[in-house]
């Protein structure tokens, strides 16, 4: 006894009387799923009428097979009416989603269709040609196929609750006449498998049992969108008219092309059936008498063959497919919530109109931008901009400024760094003659020291303006990233705020700039020092002479004097512009710009006319941040109507729940292996490519 049998039984009761304490069972847990199925298929249906599917995937049936397998039978035949479109060639030529939705009494079958919801349909022949209307309302009347779908909700009681979609049969050439594109096979396969490639669609394949299964092209097609195998279930039609002494039992018995679902046998009404006006309820009841009387078919289990059986199978497995899929789709929804409602933080409210509301929105965006600036230098932990920011935590800018602090001049301050390395002992005697002049000899000059040292001293300007200017670019650099964080909303105005920036800046890097060049110059201008050291120790930088080096020459003691006294008084000059510099940088640039950024940009913004004109967003902007809202609406309703409903965590049956779990682990283990093929894929790439580290590469390889 069919599911749907027994809950009509349950609902209606049998007037015989005569059920048996075992299909009573069976009742009571079909008329379970079927309450259940309803709920969550009904949760589906209103998170899709919410329009969640055009952001997050939801379960569904997919219909997959090429042109004249039966598909609109089969479909027909489970809905229980006749309502589709018949014909010649191409009929499905916009998909056809089917909600379907069981009627618990035998009151009049009725339809709506989305595109006429002011209109109840109750007559299937107008559903038949509202829909040949609708095809060719936006399909056009030659034949062409369109990827825009007709949503159809069918209330019957001889329908299960389910959601079907119908594709249109996958075409190979485009018929003659028709407005089909040279292309319509590739927009037919698409099509599919935008739907079919979906993990969270069930593939419903659609195959005719007349031809070798292993050659089908639906099947084909089903294996390479569904790798796994584990969510489509193979239909078998014209199963009455194949080869006389030939028969799909090896397939039904999933011997041949397997699939974890499993495969169902169906005969559909013939066409003759069709044109004699056989309703689908007679073509059932036909349906189950010829299985019954099949020498083959009749042999093998019942959940092989027959619509109810398919419908049954169908019911079972989307119920289920719901249970393990609703866990990730709450998952999603939250945290498709969640980054929507950060979007459109950062988008903010909408420009204001008036010149004074714009203004005041400008000073507050600048008070942003100059506590982020100071903030990010100083290494403050900042809110605003952590909602701002993207990327990955970077060092504070005070951390990077100091950086390059520390690296000036360490060259020149290492232990083994010999100022006078490249300075030959016949160039500090060349100077000493040069500079003796008519004063008596043996006493030298105080001019030979300075002509040396100075332009050693000299040098130091150099690293000393470049790590002025380092720092200037790189707190330029951040203003520059700041604001367009800041100002995001207004990308015209950026351009215009940062040359303001630009010139505060410029102005302070310009009086540091001076400030250092005079520090290094003082040096050379004016040489003297306090070091008591360097003071208290003089007499020792004079080299001792050795009894062997008594009758040395005078002038080599007086280099050797000379090279010592430079060397020494060097590393002290260092020792003091590598304190200076550093804070001449920090003081009168770093400080500087931080203390007067806000007040001047202030000034010298109220000033400029164009400020005001220039604070607007672009049209695109307030385009997303509507389509966000909306977006941000939507998953809003579908966070409260799947919080809506408690009992859809009532427990289930032990079979619903042994289904639930082989789904369950079929979807992890899918989940694994594509893991795993991805792991196989980037290995095999880097080992390709050189990259492992892990491995010795030969020098020659790219």
Request: include cysteine.
């Amino acid at each position: 006894m069919c599911i749907r049998d027994r809950y009509q039984r349950r609902v209606h009761g049998d007037s015989n009387n005569s059920m048996s304490k075992k299909e009573a069972e069976e009742s009571s847990e079909g008329g379970l799923l079927w309450l259940q199925l309803r709920k969550f298929v009904n949760l589906v249906d209103e998170l899709r009428d919410l329009g969640l599917q055009e952001h997050i995937n939801l379960p569904r049936i997919a219909v997959l097979g090429t042109q004249s397998a039966g598909k609109s039978s089969v479909l027909e035949s489970i809905v229980g009416l006749d309502f589709l479109p018949r014909g010649d060639g191409v009929v499905t030529r916009r998909p056809l989603e089917l909600r379907l939705h069981h009627l618990q009494d035998e009151a009049e079958p009725w339809g709506v269709f989305d595109e006429i919801k002011d209109k109840k349909f109750t007559n299937f022949n107008d559903v038949r040609k509202a829909i040949e209307e609708l095809t060719d309302k936006m399909a056009g009347e030659k034949k062409n196929i369109v990827d825009k779908p007709i949503v159809l909700s069918v209330h019957s009681h001889t329908c299960p609750d389910l959601t079907l979609i119908d594709l249109p049969g996958i075409t190979r050439i485009p018929l003659r006449g028709s407005e089909q594109p040279i292309d319509i096979e590739k927009i037919t396969t698409d099509m599919a498998k935008r739907y079919c490639g979906d993990e969270r669609t069930i593939i419903l394949c659609v195959v005719a049992a007349n031809i070798d299964i292993t050659t089908s092209e639906a099947l084909k097609y089903a294996q390479e969108w569904d790798k796994n195998m584990i969510r489509t279930i193979g239909v078998l039609t014209k199963i009455d008219i194949m080869d006389t002494g030939t028969n799909c039992k090896k397939t039904l018995m999933n011997q041949e092309v397997f699939l974890k679902l499993g495969y169902v046998g169906v005969k559909n009404r013939s066409q003759q059936d069709i044109n004699d006006k056989i309703r689908v309820q007679r073509g059932l009841d036909a349906e189950r008498q010829w299985f019954q009387n099949h020498p083959i078919y009749r042999s093998l289990p019942k959940d092989c063959y027959g619509t109810d059986t398919l419908t049954q199978k169908l019911s079972r497995i989307m119920y289920a497919h719901i249970r393990v899929n609703l866990p990730d789709i709450t998952k999603e929804v939250d945290e498709k919530l969640k980054a929507v409602e950060e979007r459109i933080k950062e988008l903010g409210t909408p420009l204001p109109t008036s010149n004074s509301q714009r203004m005041q929105l400008l000073w507050g965006m600048i008070n942003t931008f100059v506590t982020s600036f100071r903030n990010k230098i100083t290494g403050k932990f900042d809110m605003k901009a952590m909602a701002l920011k993207k990327d990955k935590p970077d060092l504070s800018g005070g951390a990077k400024i100091k950086s390059v602090f520390f690296n000036l001049y360490s060259e020149f301050a290492s232990p083994g760094y010999q100022v006078t390395k490249d300075l030959l002992d016949k160039d500090i005697e060349r100077s000493i003659v040069l500079h003796e002049g008519d004063n008596l000899s043996g006493f030298p000059s105080v001019e030979v020291f300075y002509y040396l040292i100075q332009p050693e001293i000299e040098k130091l300007k150099e690293p000393a303006i470049k790590c002025l200017f380092d720092v200037y670019y790189y707190l330029e650099e951040l203003a520059h990233t700041i604001l367009e964080k800041t100002f995001v909303r207004f990308p015209t105005i950026i351009g215009e705020l940062m040359a303001v920036i630009q010139q505060i800046m410029g102005e302070e890097r310009d009086k540091a700039k001076y400030i250092v060049e005079s520090i290094i110059d003082s040096e050379i201008g004016y040489m003297f020092t306090n070091d008591a050291e360097y003071n208290g120790k003089r007499t020792d930088i004079v080299p001792k002479v050795d009894e062997a080096d008594k009758a040395a020459d005078p002038t080599t003691i007086y280099v050797k004097e000379m090279r010592a006294r430079i060397e020494c008084y060097y590393k002290l000059v260092i020792r003091n512009v590598r304190d200076a510099v550093p804070k001449i940088v920090g003081c009168f640039l770093v400080r500087s710009i931080q203390d007067k950024m806000q007040l001047e940009l202030a000034t010298r913004l109220t000033k400029n006319e164009q400020v005001n004109t220039l604070l607007s967003e672009p049209p695109s902007m307030a385009e997303e941040r509507k389509r966000l809202s909306e977006t941000r609406d939507i998953l809003r309703k579908a966070v409260k109507v799947m919080q809506r409903d408690q009992d859809l965590n009532v427990s289930y049956s032990q079979t619903e729940d042994e289904l639930i779990t082989d789904l369950a682990k079929l979807k992890m283990e899918s989940k694994k292996k594509v893991e795993q093929d991805s792991e196989k894929t980037r290995k095999a790439a880097t080992s390709m490519f050189g990259l492992d580290t892990g491995k010795k590469k030969d020098k020659h390889q790219f």
